[in-house]
């Protein structure tokens, strides 16, 4: 949802349990047109929602390792990664290859579960939303969603996944077992042990050319 805060606008995903309202997490990095009209946020959360702790990774963040490493440093051990990865027009020939090639796009999303041991649950939005004036009507960047969603294990292993015929919205369930995250933490090579933080200095430079 966008949510306004002092003339501020945040891409920003609000958690919500049995309960009611948990917390929410805002974007940090904007892809491409987002800094037209949204700035980044500047926290990241990890949210105890009682068997687990969550925490959010807002589409094009999870391009960003340090988000998740973020998250499982502090405790995470399911990332919630929604996403709205645009795609560009697709007409009825070329829906079920676009829908192959946005989920296969998608499993990379298993080295974020793989190097923080952490389950990932990975939903991309699906189907059309218009278009944008300012872009042609075949551009890429227009809003047309391929759908797709994954889960995976903390071992990398894929638990769900939809199909990938068509581009509809579609539900996929899921056990998490704690069992997996024990088993995968344990591991002698498991990441987060066998790290070096004394030599990751370069990490928080800032950079001052691309």
Known sequence: MSEKERDLIYNCQVLIGPQGYIGKSRKIHMSEDEGLMYVGGAAIPVFDIGKCKVGSVICYDAFYPEITRTLALNGAEVFLMPSAGRCGPWNQQTETSVAKRVKESLSWYRMRALENAAFVIIT??????GTVDYYREDYR???YHGGGSLIFAPDGSLLAETEATTIQAEMILADLNSE????????ANFPLRKRRPELYGELVRPVTEA
């Not at 991309?124 to 939303?129: D, P, S």
């Open 124 to 129: 991309n939005q699906a189907g059309r939303a």
């Open 180 to 187: 997996d995250f024990a088993r995968a933490r344990a591991n």
């Open 141 to 143: 960047r227009q809003p």
